[in-house]
T-cell receptor, first 114, second 115 residues
Framework: GAGVSQTPSNKVTEKGKYVELRCDPI?????LYWYRQSLGQGPEFLIY????????DSGLPNDRFFAVRPEGSVSTLKIQRTERGDSAVYLC????????????FGEGSRLTVL | KQEVTQIPAALSVPEGENLVLNCSFT??????LQWFRQDPGKGLTSLLL?????REQTSGRLNASLDKSSGRSTLYIAASQPGDSATYLC??????????????FGKGTKLTVNP
């Protein structure tokens, strides 16, 4: 596609529920990143994929968070037993090759946990 | 731990004014620095990317400089327009110990250009 696509754009859920957020990167981009942006803050790194494998998941806050990229393109961020503190905008970015450095971001999925 | 600071947090200027946004970082071991624009409720749009070996990059009315040794970058916007109103985010690119890459962001500067 022309840009990074994220769905849903908005998700409201209740505390304790399971949530999946999807990212469709720019076609041909091998590197994919998830970031989380809380209100009034800059984005914070969650996880980085190079191809199908998670090259760095050090930013995932705890084991309720998990992400996959089974075929090296679309990625899904999965959050179990959601908590109110998980409310944030989840941003996905991709780049053609990891070491070019220029990331292209999607518009984000805004998650609200009630 | 790398920390990125942006000053000022907010800036309001009249249309036509030239302005400078500042970004500082604590660890000079970066491989690039990127400036982004974020409109309310939207994602990030890349404005300028400066590799660690470069000193500046220009695009239209925007000019970004990088001084790795002092841990500073500036984004200069010439002849500002109301359409420039947005939050501007600075991010430094790091190579982690595991060999992967990530960006560390500042909190942004919220710019308002008044007609």
């Amino acid at each position: 596609g022309a840009g990074v696509s994220q769905t849903p754009s908005n998700k409201v859920t209740e505390k304790g529920k399971y949530v999946e957020l999807r990212c469709d990167p720019i076609s041909g981009h091998t590197a994919l990143y998830w970031y989380r942006q809380s209100l009034g803050q800059g984005p914070e790194f969650l996880i980085y994929f190079q191809g199908t494998g998670a090259a760095d998941d050090s930013g995932l806050p705890n084991d309720r968070f998990f992400a996959v990229r089974p075929e090296g393109s679309v990625s899904t961020l999965k959050i179990q037993r959601t908590e109110r503190g998980d409310s944030a905008v989840y941003l996905c970015a991709s780049s053609l090759i990891a070491d070019t450095g220029e990331l292209f971001f999607g518009e984000g999925s805004r998650l609200t946990v009630l | 731990k790398q920390e990125v600071t942006q000053i000022p947090a907010a800036l309001s200027v009249p249309e036509g004014e030239n302005l400078v946004l500042n970004c500082s970082f604590t660890d000079s071991a970066i491989y690039n620095l990127q400036w982004f624009r974020q409109d309310p409720g939207k994602g990030l749009t890349s404005l300028l990317l400066i590799q660690s070996s470069q000193r500046e990059q220009t695009s239209g009315r925007l000019n970004a400089s990088l001084d790795k040794s002092s841990g500073r970058s500036t984004l200069y916007i010439a002849a500002s327009q109301p359409g420039d109103s947005a939050t501007y985010l600075c991010a430094v690119g790091l190579i982690t110990q595991g060999g992967s890459e990530k960006l560390v962001f500042g909190k942004g500067t919220k710019l308002t250009v008044n007609p």
